[in-house]
C-alpha cells in the first residue's frame, strides 16, 4: 500500500469530520470503508478515505440508506469510477426528489383539512356562543 503523506489515526479522522470514532467503526464493518493498518494493528486512514467518509454522511444526509449508498460508492475494497458514482448518484437523487415531492403533497392536503377542520370548529364555536 502507498501511504499517504499525512495518515490520520479513527480519532483524528472523527475529530475532523465531527463525528464518533464509533460511527467510522460501523462504517468499516459496513464495508463501506477499509482502512490500512499499522504493524501494531492500528487504523491509519488516508484522504480517500476520508473523502469516502464524507460522501456517506452527503448521503445520510440526503436520507439515502446505507445500502443505497454502497451502491452509490461501492464496497471499500473495490474501485468505483466517478462516471459511475455520479451516474448512481443522479438516479438516486431522482428518487430522493420524488420522495420529497410526494411528502410535499401529503403535507399540502394535510394542512388543507386541517385548516377546513378550523374553519368548522370556529363556525360552531361562534354559533354555541350565541
Same mark, same amino acid.
Given at each position: 500500500?502507498?501511504?499517504?503523506?499525512?495518515?490520520?489515526?479513527?480519532?483524528?479522522?472523527?475529530?475532523?469530520?465531527?463525528?464518533?470514532?464509533?460511527?467510522?467503526?460501523?462504517? +468499516?464493518? =459496513?464495508?463501506?470503508?477499509?482502512?490500512?493498518?499499522?504493524? /501494531?494493528?492500528?487504523?491509519? %486512514?488516508?484522504?480517500?478515505?476520508?473523502?469516502?467518509? =464524507?460522501?456517506?454522511?452527503? /448521503?445520510?444526509?440526503?436520507?439515502?440508506?446505507?445500502?443505497?449508498?454502497?451502491?452509490?460508492? /461501492?464496497?471499500?475494497?473495490?474501485?468505483?469510477?466517478?462516471?459511475?458514482?455520479?451516474?448512481?448518484?443522479?438516479?438516486?437523487?431522482?428518487?430522493?426528489?420524488?420522495?420529497?415531492?410526494?411528502?410535499?403533497?401529503?403535507? %399540502?392536503?394535510?394542512?388543507?383539512?386541517?385548516?377546513?377542520?378550523? +374553519?368548522?370548529?370556529?363556525?360552531?364555536?361562534?354559533?354555541? =356562543? /350565541?
Amino acid at each position: 500500500m502507498m501511504w499517504d503523506e499525512n495518515p490520520l489515526t479513527i480519532s483524528e479522522l472523527a475529530s475532523s469530520l465531527e463525528i464518533s470514532p464509533s460511527t467510522i467503526r460501523y462504517y +468499516e464493518e =459496513k464495508g463501506l470503508v477499509s482502512p490500512s493498518r499499522t504493524p /501494531g494493528n492500528q487504523r491509519v %486512514y488516508t484522504a480517500k478515505d476520508r473523502a469516502r467518509l =464524507k460522501m456517506i454522511l452527503r /448521503g445520510k444526509r440526503l436520507g439515502c440508506s446505507l445500502t443505497e449508498i454502497s451502491e452509490i460508492i /461501492g464496497l471499500g475494497a473495490t474501485e468505483v469510477s466517478e462516471v459511475c458514482q455520479i451516474e448512481k448518484s443522479l438516479v438516486y437523487a431522482d428518487l430522493k426528489m420524488r420522495e420529497v415531492q410526494e411528502h410535499k403533497q401529503a403535507l %399540502y392536503l394535510m394542512e388543507k383539512d386541517i385548516l377546513s377542520m378550523k +374553519e368548522a370548529l370556529e363556525v360552531r364555536l361562534k354559533e354555541l =356562543k /350565541g
